[in-house]
């Protein structure tokens, strides 16, 4: 992990993108990922061993577009149900706010549906200030990240560069993403284990608790 501090890295961004999942809330806190698991794996020949719901829609893609599609569309649902039930991620919209009150821009940038996405940032009144919101492409469960194009696509049409931007995820292929596209990260370890993984991945940052990002934001 490089030796800078999360204010200097916050100094320096123009644009912070927060992954989802995690960061922000816990997507599927009340309709367990699980469950979600199960029901999608119905449409494969075969049970996979995974809990992921991603998982499923990625195992799906090996069986043709009608397959990943059926998968797609209620993963969507799946998500849409779960979003009514995500439980906010302490700091997380906190965040948010205060780095769309320094003057940065503040964007999303996830492998959920964009579709959930919106419905949770426009329930809790954030929506109409955060800009890019990126969520995975519709049935093309191989461009999600660490697949680096979600993130040049969140920067089309802005003023930013990846070099100018901060972001902040909680899984190693968010740190992979920003790697690829040369972009500083910051791993949110939400769960044990993940503080050295990030650190061995080469995150620019780690932290345990999204205040921190709050509290680097005010005291800028």
Known sequence: MADVSLRELVDRARLVLFDFDGPVCDVFAGVPAPKVARWLERHLPSKVDTD???AILQEAAKYGSDMVEAVEDDLIMAELKAVDKAVAT???????????????????????SSQ???????????LIKITPVMGRKYARPD????????????????????????????????????????APVVGYANKSGKADTFASA???????????????IVND
């Open 202 to 216: 080469g995150a620019s940052f780690v932290i345990e608790d999204m205040t921190e990002v709050t509290a680097a």
């Open 52 to 54: 992921d719901p991603l």
């Open 143 to 182: 461009l999600m990240k660490p697949n680096p194009y979600p993130f040049h696509a969140a920067l089309i049409g802005t003023e930013w560069d990846a070099s100018e931007t901060l972001f902040i995820g909680d899984s190693l292929s968010d740190i992979e993403v920003a790697h690829a596209v040369g």
């Open 90 to 112: 302490p700091g997380g919209l906190e965040s948010i706010t205060a780095t769309i009150a320094s003057g940065r821009g503040a964007g999303i940038l996830s492998n959920n």
């Open 116 to 126: 959930a996405i919106v419905r949770y940032l426009k329930d809790t009144g954030c």
